[in-house]
């Protein structure tokens, strides 16, 4: 018989909540991940990396 495992279990008995806590926490990663590429390669706009850093906090703290 075929088992899943716990983290496709995990996925599958997720409710509403846990999922869009799920999403944003993936959303917050990507987000970091992006700002430390984007400062190294767009050393010069630092508008858009400004923009990016308060994205991440205005998610972050709600």
């Given amino acids: 018989m075929f088992e899943l495992s716990e983290y496709t279990n ?3 008995t997720m409710d509403f ?6 999403f944003f ?6 987000a970091i991940i992006a700002a430390i ?3 190294y390669k767009l050393g010069k706009h630092k508008r858009l990396l400004h923009a990016i850093y ?4 205005s998610v ?3």
């Fill in 10 to 12: 995990y996925f599958l």
């Fill in 60 to 62: 972050f703290l709600n």
């Fill in 25 to 30: 926490a993936s959303i917050l990663t990507l």
């Fill in 54 to 57: 308060l994205l991440f906090f």
């Fill in 37 to 39: 590429f984007f400062n």
């Fill in 17 to 22: 909540k846990e999922f869009i806590e799920f």
